[in-house]
């Protein structure tokens, strides 16, 4: 107990200054509604610059002052990308995020660079009143945030800023009124990737060196402080409603997230699975926050609602599971899959859109009975000569998946990789891992009821066939169903790829243990 409450002053510490990396993060991704992915470069820049000029002799403010400009010419650089090249701006930052890795070398000419013996903010401001810098860095870190959201406030109640907000908003709305919005997105990443660039100068004083990955998973932490903040905001008596207790919750939430870290990590956690940590928190404090639109919360709805997806029998077969339970737990979900879709989606969907029951019905029939159907007319009719077609049909669905994923990425064009679209991935991904734990959890549960029939091939078949769901078929559905709601094709088009990838990797342990047990 001792141990933990003597952390407690450099947790708050650290989670006001990355407080100001938070901000930072919370100008793309909530108020311009982008994905910008150079946090974790830009966050190196500004730390490389800081101990590079320290080392120079250079006066410290004026040190700092420099990682600020550092940071906005990394911001300017994805803005460049993304507004005069076309660039996604998901990409655009990956892209400058790589690049600045290089640029960080070069400025440090080494991966790890101290400044043990050299001033700092912290000491300097020690030096005058005497406290010492484990207090100096707590208030001179509220000073800094608090001036810094101030600031923003003010910045965001004139006309550039409210045009700005606006460009979040509803993009096509403010250019129709005659306003530029490669120049609103342009201030907003250069503003951001500045403040990211002052938290890392900051951070690099406070820790005494400057490192090349220290800014790796600077985005997780970000988003966590945000998501964080936006959970415990919501509990305050006004809630989010004013722009500034927005910004606020943001540096909160970063010192929430450093006093969980500080717990953990009394508690012996292995400080290299921090990074796991951080993912998980940000999984979890998005799903109690999730908000989503009506289309992609329908979307979310549907794949859930699609049968056990054709995926799951590989997956089984290479895990060394019951691949003949899979098989028929497949096919009955399947044939009852034109009935229960509609009834699902009508139970669980209906409060954000209204539900096409009987489109749904007849488009599943479609895409579902009548396939079956054709092909047990073929084999009655041809015989043993059908075989020779059915070797090609394998490559033939999965062509026709990756045209349903092509015609859902063109329908959605520029919103596929906004942050409001991209939000679904995390949820996806719960969904997937969710379905594998619940399946496997069920037929442990059943094991010790009835062990003959839920051995750990029977574990592993329905494992696969609860986790994985026929999300070419939601696709499919979500396009033809709800045509107006486009949208609503992205979660099973993100649920496509990801749970081919979760689906591999979980098939690849359950072999290697099954070679155990054997």
Not at 55 to 73: E, H, Q, S, V
Not at 125 to 133: A, D, F, H
Not at 134 to 161: C, M, R
Request: net charge positive; charged share 10%.
């Amino acid at each position: 107990m001792s141990g933990f409450l003597a952390s407690l002053p450099g947790a708050c510490a650290q989670g006001i200054i990355w407080g100001i990396m938070a901000v930072g993060v919370y100008l793309t991704f909530k108020v311009l509604d982008l994905a910008d992915l150079t946090v974790d470069g830009s966050f190196g820049t500004g730390g490389a610059v800081l101990v590079v000029c320290t080392i120079a002799g250079m006066n410290i403010w004026l040190a700092m002052l420099l990682a600020f400009l550092a940071g906005c010419i990394a911001g300017l650089v994805t803005g460049i990308l993304h507004t005069k090249f076309g660039i996604p701006a998901i990409l655009a930052g990956i892209l400058t995020q790589l690049a600045l890795y290089s640029v960080n070398l070069r400025i440090m000419g080494k991966s790890n660079t101290p400044i043990l013996a050299k001033g700092t903010v912290f000491s300097a401001v020690s030096n005058m009143t005497g406290l010492p810098q484990s207090t100096v860095a707590i208030i001179l870190g509220i000073l800094l945030a608090v001036a810094i959201v101030a600031i923003l406030y003010w910045f965001f109640g004139t006309e550039i800023g409210s045009a700005l907000r606006a460009t979040g908003n509803n993009e096509y709305m403010i250019r129709a009124l005659g306003v530029n919005t490669n120049s609103t997105k342009m201030i907003a990443l250069v503003l951001s990737n500045a403040l990211i660039g002052l938290s890392g100068a900051l951070i690099c004083q406070s820790q005494k060196y400057a490192d090349i990955g220290m800014g790796t998973g600077a985005i997780v932490i970000g988003l966590a402080a945000i998501v964080i903040g936006e959970v415990l905001g919501r509990l305050l008596p006004g809630g989010l409603t004013q722009f500034s207790v927005r910004l606020a919750s943001a540096v909160f939430g970063s010192v929430v997230y450093f006093l969980i870290r500080a717990i953990v990590l009394q508690l012996g956690m292995d400080a290299n699975d921090m990074k796991l940590l951080s993912a998980v928190i940000v999984a979890v404090a998005l799903c109690a926050i999730f908000h989503l639109s009506g289309p992609l919360a329908v979307g979310v709805i549907l794949v859930g609602c699609c049968p056990s997806g054709t995926s799951s029998n590989v997956m089984s077969y290479l895990s060394r599971g019951d691949v003949a339970l899979d098989v028929s737990i497949g096919i009955l979900s399947t044939l009852c899959a034109p009935f229960m879709i509609p009834l699902l989606m009508q139970l669980l969907a209906s409060q954000y859109v209204s539900v096409p029951t009987q489109s749904l019905f007849l488009n599943a029939v479609k895409v579902v009975l009548f396939p079956i159907a054709l092909g047990v007319i073929c084999h009655m009719i041809f015989g043993k000569k059908i075989e020779k077609v059915t070797v090609a049909l394998p490559i033939v669905s999965q062509v026709a998946i990756l045209l349903i994923i092509g015609v859902v990425v063109a329908a959605n064009g520029p919103k596929l990789f906004v942050a409001s679209s991209l939000v679904a991935i995390p949820v996806v991904i719960l969904h997937n891992l969710c379905g594998y734990s619940l399946g496997f959890g069920f037929s442990k549960l059943m094991y010790k009821i009835y062990p003959k029939g839920f051995r750990y091939a029977q574990q592993k078949a329905i494992t696969f066939e609860v986790g994985m769901q026929d999300s070419a078929l939601g696709a499919t559905l979500a396009l033809t169903s709800f045509a107006t709601n486009p949208l609503a094709a992205v979660p099973s088009t993100f649920f496509s790829v990801w749970h081919n990838i979760s689906g591999a990797i979980l098939a690849n342990f359950f072999a290697r243990t099954a070679e155990k047990k054997d």
